[in-house]
C-alpha cells in the first residue's frame, strides 16, 4: 500500500465517520475509497463493513450524553437490528451481486423524503415528548438491518427516517440511537465477513483511523447545529444519494 493510497483512506475514513453520524451516509466516501484502491466491489463491500463497525464506536462514546434514558428502547431495537444485518450477511455470502441496485435508490430516497416530515409535538422539540415504539418501529429497524448487512450504503439515512416516524424523541437523540444501532448492524455483519468474506485487512487499518476520529467528532458537530438545518441537510444529502445510486443503477 502506497502513502498515497494510505492518506486516501484516512482522509475518506474521517470524512464518512464524520457525515455517518451526523447524516448516516458514511458509505458514500468509504466505499469509493476502496474502489478507487483497487478493491472489486464485493470486496469494497465487506471491507468497508469491517471498517465501519471499527471505526464508528467513537460515535456511541461521543453520543452518551443523548442516550440517557433510552437503554431499554436501544436494547430492544438492537436486538431487532442484529437479527437482521446477520440475514444481509448471509445474503451477500450466497447471492449474486447486485440484487438490490435497482431497489436501493427508491428506498433512499422516499426515506430522505420522509426526513422532512415533522411530526407534531406537545412541547419543544429539544425536550424529549414520548415514544410510540411497537410493530413500525421494529419491522423498519428489521428491513433497513437486513439492507444495512447486505450494503451498508445509506442504511443510516433509513433507520433515520424509520425511527423519526416511529418514535416520538427529538432530533439529536433519535440521532444518536441511529448511531449505535448502525454500530451493532456493522459489528454482526463484519463478524461473518471476517471468517467467510474476501477482506483485504491492509486496507482496515488506515480507513478505520480515520472513521475513528470522524465518528467520535460528528454527534459534537451535530449538537451545535440548528435542528432544523441539520434536517434539511440530511434529507437533500439523502436525495442527491439517490439520484447517484439511480443513475448507476440504470
Not at 28 to 38: E, H, N, Q, T
Not at 55 to 60: Q, R, T
Not at 214 to 220: D, F, H, I, R, T
Request: hydrophobic content about 55%; proline content about 4%.
Amino acid at each position: 500500500m502506497t502513502l498515497q493510497v494510505f492518506a486516501l483512506l484516512v482522509g475518506a475514513g474521517f470524512a464518512a465517520g464524520l457525515s455517518g453520524t451526523i447524516a448516516g451516509l458514511a458509505s458514500l466516501f468509504s466505499y469509493p475509497a476502496l474502489l478507487a484502491a483497487g478493491l472489486s466491489p464485493v470486496s469494497a463491500n465487506v471491507t468497508n463493513t469491517i471498517s465501519l463497525a471499527i471505526g464508528s464506536i467513537g460515535a456511541v462514546h461521543s453520543s452518551r450524553e443523548e442516550l440517557t434514558g433510552q437503554g431499554r428502547t436501544l436494547l430492544r431495537l438492537a436486538v431487532i437490528c442484529a437479527s437482521g444485518s446477520a440475514a444481509g450477511a448471509a445474503l451477500v455470502l450466497v447471492s449474486p451481486p447486485g440484487v438490490f441496485e435497482k431497489v436501493v435508490p427508491f428506498l433512499v430516497g422516499g426515506a430522505s423524503v420522509l426526513i422532512l416530515v415533522r411530526r407534531r409535538t406537545s412541547g419543544d422539540e429539544n425536550i424529549a415528548a414520548g415514544h410510540r415504539h411497537g410493530w413500525l418501529a421494529s419491522a423498519g429497524v428489521f428491513g433497513v438491518s437486513v439492507y444495512s448487512g447486505y450494503f451498508a450504503a445509506a442504511a443510516g439515512v433509513m433507520v433515520f427516517a424509520v425511527l423519526l416516524a416511529s418514535m416520538r424523541e427529538t432530533l439529536l437523540r433519535t440521532n444518536a440511537l441511529k448511531n449505535v444501532l448502525m454500530v451493532v448492524a456493522d459489528v454482526v455483519a463484519a463478524a461473518g465477513f471476517a471468517l467467510f468474506g474476501p477482506v483485504d485487512w491492509t486496507l482496515v487499518l488506515p480507513l478505520s483511523i480515520g472513521l475513528l476520529a470522524g465518528s467520535w467528532l460528528g454527534p459534537v458537530v451535530a449538537r451545535r447545529l440548528p435542528t432544523g438545518v441539520l434536517r434539511i441537510g440530511i434529507a437533500l444529502a439523502g436525495v442527491g444519494l439517490a439520484i447517484k445510486l439511480g443513475l448507476d443503477a440504470f
